[in-house]
């Protein structure tokens, strides 16, 4: 059966279908040695696929992995500058299908989300979805309830409106803890956000992805999904993105 060359190399594992995209943009996709565009299809029973010079395969079993990032991880497969990723704390895993779901930045810790099936993957990650991301941040002093308005109507950073979906003020002394939840996941938008209303972000942790929670993880540790958990978040994504349809 013939399938767009994004869907099948996100069934492969290799990587996301939004990441599959970007790969056959920059030439590096090849079916029978022709280099392809995007918007070819392929069969992935007859076609010969390669992705940087390795042979696309079908993936054997899915594999769906809970990960507690630590602050100074990098979110990627590889790091150019040769910093420890995500990938280097499985230690008894088979990465070279393996990839994250999205991405925290280097100063964030928390949930994590790591797997081979890129269709899981681009439910998760594309905003039109809206999983909720919730996360726990500690700010520099103490937001009233005009700036959480503020935060919650939308801030504008460099001509785009970034927003929360909610906002809790958890307790303060000099400093507030909060709990925020997106639907966007902009780069750096809590950071962003905070540090344009006056209030920079100390610290910064994802605790809740959709109905998955980091219970009680701690950092560099994981676990598999079950199969009931992959299956109430991708039932709960698709959900979000009918209702929003």
Same mark, same amino acid.
């Given at each position: 059966?013939?399938?767009?060359?994004?869907?099948? !190399?996100?069934? %492969?594992?290799?990587? %996301?279908?939004?990441?599959?995209?970007?790969?056959?943009?920059?030439? /590096?996709?090849?079916?029978?040695?022709? =280099?392809?565009? $995007?918007?070819?299809?392929?069969?992935? #029973?007859?076609?010969? !696929?390669?992705?940087?010079?390795?042979?696309?395969?079908? $993936?054997?079993?899915?594999?769906?992995?809970?990960?507690?990032?630590?602050?100074?991880?990098?979110?990627?497969? %590889?790091? #150019?500058?040769?910093?420890?990723?995500?990938?280097?704390? $499985?230690?008894?895993?088979?990465?070279?299908?393996?990839?994250?779901?999205?991405?925290?930045? !280097?100063?964030?810790?928390?949930?994590?989300?790591?797997?081979?099936?890129?269709?899981?993957?681009?439910?998760?990650?594309?905003?039109?979805?809206?999983?909720?991301?919730?996360? $726990?941040?500690?700010?520099?002093?103490?937001?009233?309830?005009?700036?959480?308005?503020?935060?919650?109507?939308? =801030?504008?950073?460099?001509?785009?409106?970034?927003?929360?979906?909610?906002?809790?003020?958890?307790?303060?002394? &000099?400093?507030?803890?909060?709990? =925020?939840?997106?639907?966007?996941?902009?780069?750096?938008?809590?950071?962003?956000?905070?540090?344009?209303?006056?209030?920079?972000? =100390?610290?910064?942790?994802?605790?809740?992805?959709?109905?998955?929670?980091?219970?009680?993880?701690?950092?560099? #540790?994981?676990? /598999?999904?079950?199969?009931?958990?992959?299956? #109430?978040?991708?039932?709960?994504?698709?959900?979000? &993105?009918?209702?929003?349809?």
């Amino acid at each position: 059966m013939r399938e767009r060359l994004q869907k099948i !190399i996100a069934k %492969s594992g290799i990587a %996301s279908r939004r990441k599959a995209e970007e790969l056959i943009k920059e030439g /590096r996709v090849f079916v029978n040695g022709v =280099v392809a565009g $995007l918007g070819d299809k392929a069969d992935a #029973e007859k076609d010969i !696929i390669k992705v940087d010079g390795q042979i696309v395969k079908p $993936l054997n079993k899915k594999v769906y992995i809970l990960l507690y990032k630590p602050t100074g991880y990098v979110t990627t497969k %590889s790091d #150019e500058k040769h910093r420890p990723t995500v990938m280097d704390l $499985l230690k008894k895993e088979e990465k070279r299908a393996l990839f994250p779901v999205g991405r925290l930045d !280097i100063n964030t810790e928390g949930l994590i989300l790591i797997t081979n099936d890129g269709d899981f993957a681009n439910l998760i990650i594309n905003p039109q979805t809206k999983v909720e991301k919730t996360y $726990l941040v500690k700010v520099r002093g103490v937001p009233d309830k005009r700036v959480i308005e503020r935060l919650l109507t939308g =801030v504008n950073i460099d001509g785009r409106v970034l927003k929360a979906k909610r906002v809790t003020l958890l307790g303060h002394r &000099n400093n507030a803890w909060l709990k =925020v939840v997106l639907t966007e996941g902009k780069k750096n938008q809590i950071r962003r956000m905070f540090k344009k209303v006056g209030h920079p972000v =100390v610290k910064l942790k994802r605790v809740k992805i959709g109905s998955i929670e980091i219970g009680d993880l701690k950092p560099g #540790e994981y676990r /598999r999904l079950t199969h009931k958990e992959v299956e #109430e978040l991708m039932d709960l994504a698709s959900r979000e &993105n009918k209702d929003g349809d």
